[in-house]
C-alpha cells in the first residue's frame, strides 16, 4: 500500500529565505507526483507535476525534484514572501487514476 | 482557465438526511473526484467517474453514493448523513490517461456539518 509522508508537520521562516519541503512515498511504481497549495478553508491549486520520467520541474520561484528510487520529492522555494503561506501537499498517482496525499506542511513565512 | 464550482461552502444538515453535494467543470474532463478532508487523516477518495454513468469506488465509500448523468456534473449523496460525514468535502476534475495532461483540478471546498 502506497504511503506519503511529510515532514515537518510545519514551518516558520522569515522573509526571503529559501526554503525547501520534503515528500517521501514508500512504492517507487508511481506515474507522477504533484505538488498542491491550500489556502485556509479553500480548494487545492495544483503547483507542480513532476512525470515519473522526469528529475524536476520549475515555475517561478518554485522548484520541484523527484528521485524515484528513494522515493523522496522536494519543493524549493526561493525567496519566500508572506504570501506563500499555506499548506503543501504532495501526491503520488497510483493505478489508473488515483492520487495518494500526504498529509501536508504548513508554511508560515513572518515579515 | 479550468474551473470547477461546488454548490455550496457551507452546509448545515441534521442526521438522517439526504444529501445531495453537487460538482461541475467546465473543461469537458472525463475523470472526475469527490475526496473528503478530515484533520489528521489528509484527503482520502470516496469515489471517481471516468466517464458518463461510469463510477469506481475509492479508499472510504461506505456511506456514500454517487450519480454522474452529464459529462460535466458530479453529484455526492449521503443517503442518510451522521455525524462521522462532517467533514470539508472536495471535487477534483482531470483529464484521462498518462501524460503532463493529468493533472488534477481542485474546487473551492464544501464544509459540510451534520449535527
Known amino acids: 500500500k502506497q504511503e506519503v509522508t511529510q515532514i515537518p508537520a510545519a514551518l516558520s521562516v522569515p522573509e526571503g529565505e529559501n526554503l525547501v519541503l520534503n515528500c517521501s512515498f514508500t512504492?517507487?511504481?508511481?506515474?507522477?507526483l504533484q505538488w498542491f497549495r491550500q489556502d485556509p478553508g479553500k480548494g487545492l491549486t495544483s503547483l507542480l507535476l513532476?512525470?515519473?520520467?522526469?528529475r524536476e520541474q520549475t515555475s517561478g520561484r518554485l522548484n520541484a525534484s523527484l528521485d524515484k528510487s528513494s522515493g523522496r520529492s522536494t519543493l524549493y522555494i526561493a525567496a519566500s514572501q508572506p504570501g506563500d503561506s499555506a499548506t503543501y501537499l504532495c501526491?503520488?498517482?497510483?493505478?489508473?487514476?488515483?492520487?495518494?496525499f500526504g498529509q501536508g506542511t504548513r508554511l508560515t513565512i513572518n515579515p | 482557465d479550468v474551473k470547477v464550482t461546488q454548490s455550496s461552502r457551507y452546509l448545515v444538515k441534521r442526521t438522517g438526511e439526504k444529501v445531495f453535494l453537487e460538482c461541475v467543470q467546465d473543461?469537458?474532463?472525463?475523470?472526475m473526484f469527490w475526496y473528503r478532508q478530515d484533520p489528521g487523516l489528509g484527503l482520502r477518495l470516496i469515489y471517481f467517474?471516468?466517464?458518463?454513468?461510469?463510477?469506481e469506488k475509492g479508499d472510504i465509500p461506505e456511506g456514500y453514493s454517487v450519480s454522474r448523468e452529464k459529462k460535466e456534473r458530479f453529484s455526492l449523496i449521503l443517503e442518510s448523513a451522521s455525524t462521522n460525514q462532517t467533514s470539508m468535502y472536495l471535487c477534483?476534475?482531470?483529464?484521462?490517461?498518462?501524460?503532463?495532461?493529468?493533472?488534477?483540478?481542485f474546487g473551492p471546498g464544501t464544509r459540510l456539518t451534520v449535527t
Open positions: 467517474s471516468y466517464d458518463v454513468k461510469m463510477k
Open positions: 512504492d517507487s511504481a508511481i506515474y507522477n
Open positions: 501526491a503520488v498517482r497510483r493505478g489508473a487514476q488515483k492520487l495518494v
Open positions: 473543461m469537458d474532463h472525463e475523470n
Open positions: 513532476i512525470q515519473s520520467s522526469q
Open positions: 477534483a476534475s482531470s483529464l484521462p490517461g498518462q501524460g503532463t495532461s493529468y493533472e488534477q483540478y
